[in-house]
Structures are given as C-alpha cells and as structure tokens.
C-alpha cells in the first residue's frame, strides 16, 4: 500500500514555494507596511492613560448596549487585566484583533453576497470554506511564515485565513433566507439587482449579518492566541511563555484576560445584532 | 383596443417545455403530461381581454394555474409561448428596461401575504415603488402619504407594519402599489389571508375606490362569492385553461360545462334566497297625497337615481314616476304627480326565488318593485344590487 505514496504533501508543498518565490517580494514587503501600521496603533493605544481608556471603554459599551451589568462587568474585567500586569499585551492583542477582524470583514461580507447572488459564485466558495474552517489552525501556521517572516503580519494572515468563514456563510445565509414573498415584490415593482441588495437584503440580513461578525470576532481572538507561536505576541505570547517555563499561575492570568477581552467583544456585537433587529 | 390582450399563452414548467407544448396540442391532458415527461402545465392556451377600468376575477381552485397566469402579465414568470399585450405592447418581446418601466410604473401589484418590508415604516413602505423610480425622498413620502390616506390610513404612517392588523398591513400593499399611479393593478388573492368579516370590509372598500379611481383591475381569487362580488367579468380556470368568461350573471345562470355548473352549484344561492332577502328597502317613494312632480324630482336627485315609485296613504303602490315624467310636469307648473305615473308595472312578491330575478328583470327599463299580498310596497331590487347580494349571502346560504 506504501509502496506507491501519492505526492499530496509534496505538491502543495511545491505549489507554495513556487508562489513564495515569485510573490513573496510582495508579501514581505506588506508584512513591513502592516508591521509598521500595528505598531503606530499599539503605541498610540498604549498613549492613552489607562484609567482614561477604561473610562472610554465602558462610556462607549454603555452608548452601544445600554446594559448597566455589562458595562460594570467592563470595567471591572479592564482594571484587574491592569492589575495582572497585562496592559500592553492586551492592547497588542486587541490591534491585532481589530485588524485582522476588519480585513476578515472586508473580504468576507462581500464575498458572501456574491455567493448569494450568483450560485456558481456559491458552489465555488462553500466547499473552500469548509476546508478552511476544518483544517486544523495549526496548519495555517506554517505557510505564513515563509510568505510574512515570523511575526505578526504572518499572524494576521493566519487569522484573516481562519476567521473569515463566518462572514461569508452568514452573510450568504442572511440573504437567501430573505422571504420568496419579499423578493418576489421587488421584482414586481421593477427593482434592479442592486436595488434589490441595498434596500431589501442588507437591512434584513443585517442582524443575521452581524451574527457572522460576531463570529468572526471570537474566532479573531481565538486564532490571535494561537498565532503566538509564530511570534503575534500579546496575552497569546503570554500563555506561550508561560507553557514554556511551565508558570501555571502566569498562563491562568493571561487566559483570564483573553477571556475578559472576549466576553466584552461577544456582548457588544451581539447586542449590535439584535438591535437592528427590531 | 383592450387594455390588455393576451393570446394563445402557454406556461409549462420543466427543462424541456417543447415537448410539453406538442403533447399539450395533441389534447393530452395536465396529468398525462406530468406522469410522462414530469413537465408541469401552468397555463394552457389562454385568450382573452381586459378592458380599460373594468375588475377582471380570475377564479379558480388552488394548481388551476391563476397565480401563474396572473404573474405572466408582468412577467414575474415568462410565459412559454403566446403574447401579452399591454397597451398594444407584447410584454413577452420586452428587453430588461421596457420591463422594469412596465412593472415601475404601468403595474401595481398587491400580494396574497402582504409582503412588507418589516424593516420599514408603514409609509416608507408605501413609498416603496416610487423609491425604485428613482423619486426624491420628500416627494415619494409626500404621495406615499396621500396613498394611505386614500386606503383610509391617516397618521400610521411612521408605524411598522407589524404593529397593523393584517386587514390594515393589506391597505398598505394596497396603498403600495396605488402610490404608483399606475393604469393596472394585479391583485393575487389580496384577500384571502384576512378573515371573513375584514375580508368583506376590504371587498367594499376596493368597489368604493374602483368608483373614483377607474383602474384595470386583474383580481386573482379561489372564492366564488369574492368574484361575483367584484368581478366586472369573471375568468373561471381549471387545470391551467379557461373554463369560461363572463360577467357574474352569465356564469350563475349558464355555466358553460359541467365543472362550471358544480362549482356554482356549492354555492346556489339564488333556490335559496328570495325576493324579499335581496331587495333594498327603500324609503324613496313618492307619496301620492303629498308629493308633487318637484318633491318626487328632489328624491330622484337626493337618492341619485331616475325612477320613483309611488305609493298612496297606506303604503300600497300605485306605479312608478321617471325622472323625465316629471319634470316635464314641474316644466308645465303641474301640482300633481298623477297624470305622470305609469300604473302597468311588474311586481313579485316576497317569496319568489332570487333565480327567478334574472328573468324578470332580464328586459325590464327599471327596478323591480316588491309588494305583499296586498299589493304594499315592500322594497326594490335593481340589478347590481341583486347580483352583488347575492354574492354577499353566499357564503351564509
């Protein structure tokens, strides 16, 4: 049976290298740009006075939410990640989060109403999107470093890679589930195809849209931590450290912040969502 | 020219249509075709005419294919073969523009579940037509406004449609598609989704606003009663072809086959009422001691109609004044009404059978008088009053 080993590996191995080779002078030098434009927005967060930032963060869950729990759970979650001593790794975490969460949207929602709209667009991307959501994080990993360098560009890419599923699928979702009746009435009052998209799809999708963000956020988050073994850093690069000098007491902490992080991200987005909704 | 025209329209739903098409003029039926080629018949071989400012009922049993027919019109679905024209314009030749002008601007539609836009105010969605058109936001709002208050809702305006109840949510669609302006609207079973007594309340109110408005009116409905009631001409459909057209009376008293005589029969209501359960009770009369030609005149113009009946001091009637009669008596400065009364009229009396109506009135120059036995004036039945009580009680008998 081993005898004849079909050359799976080896060719997406090749087909990689063929494609660093030629492109990675590009990708190189954009993991410069993103590095750099990461670290202006991680220094110009950490500029901020840590009680000023609390006190912004929390105004600005409270203008979103309007939950008194919520925003004093926020506070409370911000001042003991300040207290653990974990200020500047969770604002590192957060621009990564923030960045890659924008290009994952950015790509994804448009992707998603392209696959709404047009069912070979559909049956071209589904299936590519249930590689990416099943291939183990892990294996992103690998490819981003020879395209990016160690670091967070190759972080972000990964991310972008993992997260961005969701935004496609609900998106996609959130369109075609729009009521035959509805589609039908607008069609019936002579409505073009963007017509259609701006002034019945998107607001009715909107809350099954933001699901998708929702979703997309949190697996951010999650890949962020895991894009620490290629150097992204921030409370991912704490739990790494603290897996390697097997400080169990320093790993808990930096979990607990991501934890705080996540849960402050989840809240807000889904309120979000279900605002829109009534 | 007719309004709209449609000829020899077939819609056969499958990949293959052509063979359906074939089997179809070799006179093999709906079933046969579907067990052979799984092509399903939605329409076969339609012809027929609306003319302008007339309600057409297209009636018949849910999968007769009126839906399909109806959404032919404006091409919601693309018909197999034949033509439609609009305004002399074939619908079926239209290129992408033609048609969103046709659907924009010429064809309101109203739609059996409403289909609002939830995310949208009441009037936002009335705007809704105009907003494709490309009208600007205060001017579309403005004649989405005068469109509710046409439907009779004044002030909901900044409302969600699921703050209404269904009968109001259906003005809004109603309003919708009247906010266009446009020459035709097609309403699919825009009724049917609402109870009984609203369902009725909606019927009146389309034949108050069809008075002032004069729109080319293609009405889809299962309901028989709904289509007596509103139908200028009824289309009856079975298994995608017409069965018969008329106007309500020629299909209640000659259906043309057996299928239309059945389904009239559920509902034969003209055995069961008579005379006295379809007329009006007027209180019109001229009373032979005090009325003179000026007075009956008066009564004609206050009650908008041409001829009255008179009656002496115990309320048995003596005849019938026209509206001519007597003013050529007022003209001459007459006090009395006698010599202007013609005596030699048809009465039935209570208990006759309403079937029976048709007959009488068939050639008669104005209403029926109905009078007891001792010859007291009881009421009268003018024909639109018959055929639309009729419709009404339908459901009750």
Redesign the interface.
Known sequence: MNDFRLPVGETIESGIDFLVEHLSFITKASADVVETVLGAMESGLLLVPIPVFIVLAAASVWLLTRDRRLTLGSVLGLALIWNMGLWAATVSTLALVLVSTLCAIALGVPLGILSAINTRMYQAVMPVLDVMQTMPAFVYLIPAIPFFGLGKTAAIFSTVVFSMPPAIRFTCLGIRQI?A??V?????????RV?RLM??DL??AAPTIMAGVNQTVMLALSMVVIASMIGAKGLGGEVWKAIQRLQMGRGFEAGIAIVIVAMILDRVLQKLGTRRDK | MAKIHVEGLYKIFGPNPKKALQMLSKGRSKDEIMAETRHGVGVNNATFEVHEGEIVVVMGLSGSGKSTLVRCL?R?ITPTAGRILVDGRDVAAMDDAE???????K?G?V???F?L???RTVKENAA??L???GMDKAKRLQQAEEALSMVGLDGWGESYPRQLSGGMQQRVGLA?ALA?SPDIL?MDEAFSALDPLIRRDMQDELINLQEKMRKTIVFISHDLDEALKLGDRIILMKDGAIVQIGTPEQILTSPANDYVARFVEDVDITKILTAESVMKRSEAVADLRTDGPRAALRKMRKHNIAHLFVVDHNHRLVGIVSADAAANLAGRGEEKLAEAICTEIKTVAPDTPAQDLFGIMADLPYPLAVVDESNKFKGVIVRGTLVAALAERGGAA
């Open positions: 009521p009746d509805l039908e009435c607008s069609t019936a009052f002579g409505a073009t017509q002034k019945l607001p009715l | 404006n919601l048609l969103r002008q046709l659907r924009q601007r064809m539609m739609f059996q579940n289909a836009f939830p995310h809704l037509g907003e494709i058109q919708r266009l097609l």
